[in-house]
């Protein structure tokens, strides 16, 4: 089993970006970036004093994956992925090699690319109350969990560190992003990669309810697919098989459940420093590397 790391320590030699809850980001160079994820993991908002052995090499797999398949699967999508090497200052440290992928730093759009193709979150939250989801009306009587009758974009503000992203309609998208035939490129992209994933989600019998994006533009101006991809943290992933039995309630969440049923069970929903039991981490890492094997087709 490869060590557990929930503190990446580069020792210097890249600069830092970027920390965010689970990942960081160095500077490589001008034009190159370095992702890193940790082993951290966080629930109802706040990260576990432990991580998760193999958490951060399964999501970078995960991206990885989706980086090689969704520009066979969406005609004219460019990705920001580069390599799953290490650039040379660091390729002595084993520990990062796994949990690292090399990308083109680019200039970002300032909004959150959300796709959603089941009613969820704060979707539901707002359709419960006013009978929209980001100001977009829908038909009366959905229930939790339903089906959207299409996928819709749903995009958010991308807030500050510390403040909490907002739901926006797609007209004030657009006005953010300022030009308009960038932002019919982005909400065009973001609905066919969804299409793209969410066919190769059911496939393996995973129901892929929604996820969020985030596009870059390149030195010619061209929108270009960066972050990372349909992974755990960035999209709600349910198992299709009680994806019915479940309408109407929250659905089981396909990496997470077992650590929120503990935390919720033991009084410890969104309490600071906790430290998750060993069985909790070992079906946790479990789901993890299930979910990767499912979507991949191969093992881990
Ligand atoms: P969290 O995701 O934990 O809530 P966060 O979004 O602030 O927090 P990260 O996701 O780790 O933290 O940060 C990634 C940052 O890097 C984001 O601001 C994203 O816009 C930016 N980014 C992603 N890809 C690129 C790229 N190719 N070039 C430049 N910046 C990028
Ligand atoms: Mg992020």
Excluded at 100 to 122: A, F
């Amino acid at each position: 089993m490869s060590e557990i790391v929930t503190t990446i320590d580069i020792q210097g030699k890249l600069p830092k970006v970027a920390s965010g809850k689970v990942r960081d980001l160095f500077a490589v160079d001008d034009g190159t970036l370095l992702f890193v994820a940790s082993d951290r993991i966080s629930a109802y908002d706040v990260i576990m004093e432990n991580g998760i052995p193999g958490k951060g090499a399964l999501l970078t797999a995960m991206s990885i994956y989706w980086f090689n398949y969704l520009p066979q699967h969406v005609p004219g999508l460019k990705t920001h992925y580069i390599s799953n090497t290490l650039p040379g200052p660091i390729s002595s440290l084993t520990s990062f090699k796994d949990r690292s992928m090399q990308v083109r730093r680019l200039r970002i759009i300032p909004i959150e690319s959300i796709v959603r193709g089941y009613i969820t979150g704060s979707g539901w939250s707002e359709y419960k109350k006013s009978g929209t989801v980001n100001g977009i009306k829908l038909p009366a009587g959905l229930i939790e969990g339903q089906k959207l009758p299409q996928p819709l974009w749903t995009p958010s503000t991308k807030a500050e560190l510390g403040d909490k992203d907002e739901n926006i309609s797609p007209e004030k998208a657009r006005e953010i992003i300022a030009d308009a035939k960038i932002a019919a490129r982005v909400e065009q992209l973001s609905l066919a990669i969804y299409e793209a994933a969410a066919k190769r989600a059911e496939s393996v019998g995973i129901v892929l309810a929604d996820t969020k994006f985030e596009f870059g533009l390149d030195e010619k101006d061209e929108v270009v697919l960066v972050d990372e991809v349909l992974t755990p943290d960035s999209s709600r992933f349910w198992p299709k098989d009680t994806w019915e039995q479940n309408l109407g309630k929250a659905q089981p969440s396909f990496d997470k459940q077992f650590l929120r049923d503990w935390l919720t069970s033991n009084g410890l929903k969104g309490k600071d420093g906790v430290k998750v039991p060993e069985e909790i981490v070992q079906q946790t890492a479990e789901k993890y590397r299930e979910a990767y094997e499912k979507i991949a087709g191969k093992s881990a």
